[in-house]
C-alpha cells in the first residue's frame, strides 16, 4: 500500500488489502472510499469485505465504484458530495489509484483551476494531462488531440492467451514492436487452484510476477483499458491515455460476477463458504474438505459459459475422493447443483464421469442455478427451471459449499463496438479474425467462437493468432485456421484424470494415441501429465513461445 497524498484531506492508493485497514486507522484517516468495482482481480477483496474491516477499525466507508475508463461528471459529482459529507481525512482507492484521482481531478474542476489539479496530481505520481484535456474541452477529450503511443501490435490482456501470443508472434517477427497491456502484478496459473483446493499444489507455485513473464522485446503498458475505439486504431487507457495501433489482439479474462449472488461476496471464505476460482480461497477449500466428517456438501455450477466447464465438478470429485480416503464418505450428502442439463458437454466422457459419480453417492441436480447464499445460517437459494415447467425456487441447507461464481466478458468488452449481441468479442471461428475489424484479432476466454475457455484452448489458438497477424504484416491473408480445440483434465479422484480433449461440435481431438492414453477412461497417466508435465510446459513452454504439439493448421485452399 502506497499512500499518496492529494490535498490535506484526501491521500489515494492502489488495491488495499484488509489487513492494512487498521493501518489506516492508526495514520488518522476516518473514512474509506472504495472506486474499484468488485470482481475486477482474482485476489480483490470485496468492497462488502472491506466495508466490516472499516467498521471494526471505527473508520466510515463508501462504496463509488467506477468502471476503468467510464467516468462520468455525476460518479465526480457524488464523488466530490462524498468528500463534504464524510469525516476527514479521506482515504482512497481503487486498483492503482488513477481512476480515484481522476473522480477528484473532475470533481474539483469548478473550484481548482486546471494548474492547480495537475500540479496536485503530478506530485502524487498521478498524470491527469488526459482529465486536464477533458476539463478544458467541457468534458470530452478527442482522441486526437492527445499525444498517443503508437505501436504496430497492442495485445489488451497479458493473462495465458495474452502472453502466448505476444511470444509466438515475436518469435515470428522478432523485429515488430508489440505491446501488452495489463494493469495486473501477478500472473496466475489458473489451472492449478483446482489442485490447490486439494491439497496437491501449494498456492505460491501458481503465482508468478508479470514482469518476469512479459516476452523479452515486448512493451508492458501497465494499465488498465477503458475503451476501443476501431475506427481510430484506438484503445483508450484508465485515466483517458491512448495507445495506437497497426494491428490489436483482444485477449483480456473474464469478469467474475460474484455479486450476483445476493449475499456470497459477505460470506465469501467463511461460514463453510470457498471457491476455487479465487488464489486466496483455493486454500479454504481445502482447509474445509479436511475439517469436513459429515453433513451436507454443496458444489455450483452457474449458465454457460465458465472458464472451464469442468471446474465445478472436479472440486467435488477431488473432495469426495479425500473423504473416502478417510472413511467418512457415507457420512457426508454430496449435491451436485448445477444451471444445467447435462453432466458434461461432450457425450463421450459422460460414462466415465457418471462411474464416479455413483461411487461416491453424489446427487446430480440439474437446472438449480443459485441465487443467494445466507452464510451464517447456511442456506442456499436456487432458482430451478425445469423445461416445460414453471420456474420455482428451493432453499437447501449446507454444511460446506463449494461455488462458481457467474462469468461475463468485462465490462469495457462488452459496451465495445467490437462484441456481437451476446457481448463477446465477434471472430470468425476458424481464422479468430474480427468480422468486420480486419486488423483484430481475438482469442482467449471472451471471443464468440463455440469452444470450451480454457488454458489449454488459449495454447492451441495463440500459434493461429500470431500466424494469422504475421501473415497480415507481410500483405497476405490468413495462414492458420482454429479447429476449436479445448481440454479438460477431469480430476475424477485423487490419482486419476479423464483427459477430456475435443473440438468443435464435441469432435474428439485427443493427443495421444488411444493406447498410450485413453481420455475416455480414467487413468494414472493423466494424472501425471496434469500434476508433473502440464505446469512447466505452461511456465516454460507455451508462455514463451514454444508451440510444443500446436503446431497451427493450415489453411486449405477452396
Known sequence: MEIKRLTDGLSVSGQVQLDDIAKLARRGFRTIICNRPDGEAPDQPTHDEVEKAAAEAGLEF????????????????AFRQALIDVPGPVFGYCRSGTRTTTLWSLAMAKEKSVVDILAATKAAGYDMTGVARRIANGGVTPTESVEDAHYQVVIVGAGAAGVSVAASLKSRKPDVEIAIIDPADIHYYQPGWTMVGAGVFDPQ????TMGSLIPRGVHWVKSAV?????????????????????????????????????????????????????YDLAPY????????????ALFTQPPMPIKCAGAPQK????????????GVLKNIDIQFMNAGGVLFGVKDYVPALQEYVDRYGATLNFFHNLVAVDGPAKTATFEVKKPDTDPERVTVEFDMMHVTPPQSAPDFIKVSPLVDAAGWVDVDQAT??????????????VMNAPNAKTAAAARMQAPVVAANVAADIDGQGPQAVYNGYGSCPL????????????????ALLPSFPKWALDGTKATRRAWILKEQILPPVYWKAMLRGKEWMVKPEKVTAK
Open 285 to 296: 477449500t481445502w482447509e474445509l474438505v479436511q475439517a469436513q466428517k459429515g453433513g451436507r
Open 491 to 506: 480430476t475424477v479422484e485423487k490419482g486419476k484424470i479423464v483427459l477430456a480433449e475435443f473440438g468443435y461440435g464435441g
Open 226 to 278: 477503458a475503451a476501443f475505439e476501431p475506427a481510430n486504431n484506438a484503445v483508450v487507457l484508465d485515466g483517458c491515455r491512448v495507445v495506437k495501433y497497426d494491428r490489436l489482439i483482444v485477449c483480456p479474462g473474464l469478469k467474475l460476477d460474484w455479486s450476483a449472488i445476493e449475499g456470497l461476496e459477505e460470506t465469501l471464505g467463511k461460514n463453510g463458504v470457498t471457491s476455487n476460482y479465487r
Open 432 to 445: 479468430l479474425r474480427h468480422k468486420e475489424y480486419d486488423n483484430i484479432w481475438s482469442l482467449g476466454d
Open 205 to 208: 507455485t501458481t503465482a508468478k
Open 62 to 77: 463508501r462504496y463509488l465504484p467506477v468502471t476503468p475508463g467510464v467516468v462520468t461528471e455525476e460518479t465526480a459529482e
Open 315 to 326: 472440486a467435488m470429485y477431488l473432495s469426495a475422493s479425500e473423504w473416502e480416503k478417510r
